[in-house]
């Protein structure tokens, strides 16, 4: 059983649309991230959150985390090509420090 | 400039055999790790070393042994390869501090397979 269940688990779409991906999890943790992966590359770390209904914007990637701390989610607005890719979260809860818990990614395709 | 490098990146291999595959990253962490990552891209921590020190074996079986030479090295030895190794495994570190996993850098991958 994973700790960690994003949706959707594949998203096609137009270059210029939106798009939102979710991380949702029963635990609390004291800190999540999200990676995007490549094909034949290793995650890139995208953003870490740490505090409860944070909020944090890289560019047109806007990432959220529930006030409880048990959910996050991923926004990109007006989404391009370079976009693509599988998206993953990732978590730490307080009992399981040093153990990232990784969630089976969300694979991003925009199309042109 | 490549910050953590692991060989080989990819590794054909029969049942029964042994097989090493090494990383070095030259960013100055204390911490690496060894993922695992599976047909269905889930990502699974398997060991993390401290400075050398062995601190997390996420119940791996014995077959495989890290093995941590100096604090900029981790290298995995796997033994009697089974079809389930087939896997694409990430090796990792991160930067010393209270939140070690906050940033966490990984290889390229070593895509396993085991005939």
């Known amino acids: 059983t994973q700790l960690l269940e994003q949706s959707p688990q594949f998203l096609s779409i137009q270059e210029g649309e939106n798009l939102t991906v979710y991380c949702n999890s029963s635990?609390?943790?004291?800190?999540l991230q999200w990676y995007r992966q490549e094909p034949g590359e290793g995650p890139v770390l995208l953003v870490t959150?740490?505090?409860?209904?944070e909020v944090k914007k890289l560019k047109r990637l806007t990432f959220q985390f529930g006030d409880a701390r048990k959910d996050s989610s991923l926004h990109i607005t007006a989404a391009q090509p370079g976009d693509t890719g599988l998206y993953l979260c990732?978590?730490?809860?307080?009992?399981?420090?040093?153990?990232?818990?990784f969630g089976a990614g969300t694979q991003v395709v925009v199309t042109p | 400039d490549t910050a953590v490098s692991q060989t080989p990146k990819y590794l054909v291999t029969q049942m029964g055999n042994d097989k090493s595959i090494k990383c070095e990253q030259n960013?100055?962490?204390?911490?690496m790790y060894w993922y695992k990552q599976d047909s269905k891209k889930f990502l699974k921590i398997m060991f993390s070393?401290?400075?050398?020190?062995?601190?997390i074996n996420e119940t791996v079986p014995n077959r495989f042994s890290p093995k941590s030479p100096d604090k900029a090295h981790l290298n995995l030895h796997i033994n009697s390869l089974e079809l389930g190794d087939s896997a694409v495994y990430f090796c990792?570190?991160?930067?010393?501090?209270?939140?070690?996993?906050?940033?966490?850098?990984f290889g390229s991958g070593t895509q396993l397979s085991v005939l």
């Open positions: 990792a570190s991160s930067p010393p501090g209270a939140a070690t996993n906050e940033k966490l850098f």
């Open positions: 635990s609390v943790f004291s800190s």
């Open positions: 959150v740490v505090t409860g209904g």
């Open positions: 990732a978590g730490e809860t307080p009992d399981s420090w040093g153990k990232l818990q």
């Open positions: 960013l100055g962490h204390d911490t």
């Open positions: 070393y401290n400075n050398k020190e062995l601190i």
